[in-house]
């Protein structure tokens, strides 16, 4: 059925306030018969879209246009002999020739054009024809000037419903697998193609066409992109997503680990990397409380929601054990800018939330019982994510790479977190000890992460407004929250704490290689001495500087400091880092080498005692070789080592011999070979 710019013969068209029929198609010009009173008239079809709202159409034909005026001479005559085809005008508007009569069939017509064509030197095959007289049908010359614009390549026309699937299906099957190459996909597709179609190889296309239907079929699921992002978009629902807003703080905290992208000096002075922990509320945006550990675990967690819902003034802790005498001179990149009366204002406590939602992944960490315990004694709801799913947490993914861009990347040892981005040893640069980099966070979550504007935090009636900080918009929603949050008191604070077991000795309690002691374990020290009895005892796992033992007889908790705090002096840590490098330098032994070197170092000093002891026994034998016979002490001892090397030479392999410290000289008695008579 002929058609010009999607309008076809008898379709029904709104135009000037009443609707037409479409009689009758001459190019570009159309006419038209009224519905109801069957008057005719004629348009063009530029008015007629403009009339129908298709201004895709009308682009798409000024495009055409354009391009026809442009073209060449040979292209507008190829235009001219095509339109003969269509509506019989004679090229170059002459009379209508009676052999391209619209009378004639299509194909005879067809190839008395391409004789004349080929006479004219415009060598045309059967199909490229055909395919001239129905793109200019649709859209007039211009179709064949720019044929590129008038057709619609898509990458799945012309394939087999047999490729497709066996695309498909190696595509999801790729979803878990590491990344590969399209070139390996598609030689994989024509293996797997031919295995289970043997009859059908004709319907196999070439390489390039199977990595383009593979391109087309992957879409998110790019096997040869980023494995976790494919495994991401495999996870994700296939349906349109539901909105879970936080209308108050702590509606809803989201809580994760990710590693901390810099080298540390951990405890055991070497260095090493810990693990980022943060909980982090939907509504205000606000870190609640952050864990650095070598490896998190569900105490970690309870202790964190110990500290959320806890303002740091009233928390049970002792003072940072930190250097702080390095920390006073220390001077980061964001804090340079600031004044002191900027650095008052903006070093605020940050606020205090009650958690009613938690939501965690599917870790070891976060399914442990004492995370659970600890929600159930809280009143809070818990609430895990899909399985591989971190777009459920997107808030907190997104809080991990802004805190790695504003604060990992200004601290020295930071590897940047790929083997790309690490710098040449940073392990070898002046590190920041565990503690330190604790207090450095806490301290940066405070001063500028509360106090930054986050674009998630945006009026949505005036999007283009300023963002609020956390700090205002909990101070914006807090009139609202219906109730007054009540921090934990000490001891619900304690209870959350991780647990041990420790027997008070004379000087306090040890406890992870510390010393912890207070006036009020005064009646209860030597306890491992007399009966080995273990007290109970709490500890934060972010904060050494303090435990809390149980006095079960009392029922209270008794707060013990760490005795030892000479890291606070001013050389101390200069001290210990030269002590590090300086047994870095000898061999260190272990308690198995040690006990080999006490037994060799044994066995060698026996050994030169006996032949200390046998070198002795000669030399008095000697002496008194030389009283005997009246014999200068020279001669004598030539005379020894004459009858030695004769001894020896006589018996080359006599173990006896050759041991000169196994010889015993209590039985020795001089024979006739000296010319000594025994004694009688």
């Not at 490229?128 to 007289?133: A, M, P, V």
């Not at 999801?172 to 697998?177: F, K, Q």
């Not at 030479?649 to 000289?665: G, K, L, R």
């Amino acid at each position: 059925m002929k058609q010009i710019g999607g309008f076809r013969l008898g379709d029904t068209v709104a135009f000037r306030d009443h609707e037409w029929v479409v009689a009758t198609i001459a190019g570009t010009v159309f006419g038209l018969r009224e519905v109801l009173s069957g008057d005719v008239m004629s348009t063009t079809l530029t008015e007629l879209v403009l009339a129908t709202g298709r201004t895709d159409v009308l682009e798409s034909s000024r495009h055409r246009m354009i391009a026809l005026h442009d073209a060449d001479e040979g292209t507008i005559l190829l235009a001219e002999h095509v339109r003969e085809l269509v509506d019989g005008t004679a090229p170059g508007g002459g009379e209508p020739r009676p052999e391209y009569g619209l009378g004639l069939p299509q194909g005879q017509r067809n190839g008395r054009k391409l004789e004349e064509l080929k006479g004219l030197g415009i060598p045309v095959g059967d199909s490229t024809l055909r395919r001239y007289i129905t793109e200019y049908r649709k859209y007039g010359p211009a179709a064949i000037v720019d044929g590129r614009s008038t057709r619609t390549y898509l990458p799945l026309d012309g394939v087999a419903d047999e490729v497709i699937a066996t695309c498909h299906g190696l595509i999801r099957e790729r979803v878990r697998s590491s990344s590969t190459t399209w070139t390996n996909l598609a030689a994989e597709v024509r293996l797997r193609f031919l295995s289970e179609w043997p009859t059908k190889h004709s319907l196999l296309p070439g390489k390039k066409k199977i990595i383009q239907v593979l391109q087309e079929l992957s879409g998110d699921l790019d096997p040869t992109g980023s494995a976790k992002n494919r495994q991401t978009a495999e996870n994700s629902p296939k349906r349109v997503f539901s909105p879970r807003p936080a209308l108050l703080p702590g509606g809803e905290v989201q809580v994760d680990s990710s590693p901390f992208d810099v080298i540390v000096r951990m405890p055991d002075g070497r260095p090493g990397k810990v693990e980022l922990t943060i909980m982090i509320d939907k509504a205000t945006r606000s870190i609640m409380a952050t864990s650095v550990k070598k490896k998190n675990s569900g105490t970690d967690v309870a202790a964190m929601l110990a500290d959320s819902m806890t303002p740091p003034p009233l928390r049970p802790t002792g003072l940072p054990a930190i250097d702080t005498w390095r920390l006073r001179r220390m001077d980061l990149p964001w804090a340079k800018n600031l004044t002191p009366e900027q650095k008052s204002l903006l070093d605020t406590t940050r606020p205090a939330i009650v958690v009613n939602r938690l939501v965690t992944d599917n870790g070891k960490d976060y399914r442990s019982h004492v995370v659970e315990a600890a929600c159930a004694q809280l009143g809070i709801v818990l609430t895990r994510s899909a399985v591989r799913t971190p777009t459920d947490k997107a808030m907190v993914e997104r809080a991990f790479h802004t805190i790695k861009t504003r604060f990992v990347m200004l601290l020295p040892g930071q590897t940047g977190g790929t083997v790309e981005a690490r710098g040449h040893q940073p392990e070898r640069e002046e590190l920041l000890d565990v503690e330190e980099l604790i207090w450095l966070f806490d301290a940066w979550v405070a001063q500028v992460w509360q106090n930054s504007p986050m674009e998630g935090l945006r009026d949505p009636r005036h999007p283009a407004a300023p963002p609020l900080s956390p700090n205002a918009m909990y101070a914006a929603m807090f009139p609202f929250v219906g109730y007054l949050p009540m921090p934990l008191s000490e001891r619900d604070y304690i209870s959350l704490m991780p647990i041990d077991e420790r027997t008070i000795q004379k000087d306090g309690v040890e406890f992870g290689r510390r010393t912890y002691d207070s006036p009020a374990l005064a009646q209860h020290r030597s306890s491992g001495l007399l009966g080995k009895k273990k007290y109970e005892l709490r500890y934060q796992p972010t904060d050494p500087s303090r435990i809390w033992v149980y006095i079960d007889q009392t029922d209270e908790y008794v707060a013990c400091d760490w005795r030892d705090r000479r890291v606070d002096t001013p050389h101390s840590r200069r001290m210990w880092e030269l002590a590090a490098q300086v047994r870095s330098t000898f061999h260190p032994l272990d308690p198995d080498e040690g006990l080999g070197e006490t037994i060799s170092l044994i066995e060698r000093a026996h050994r030169q005692w006996k032949q200390e002891a046998a070198k002795s026994e000669r030399a008095e034998l000697s002496e008194h070789l030389d009283n005997v016979q009246g014999r200068t002490a020279r001669e004598g001892r030539a005379a020894l080592r004459s009858v030695d090397d004769e001894t020896i030479a006589a018996n080359p392999t006599n173990p006896e011999i050759d041991q000169a410290d196994d010889w015993n000289f209590d039985d020795w008695e001089p024979d006739e070979a000296f010319g000594i008579e025994k004694e009688v």
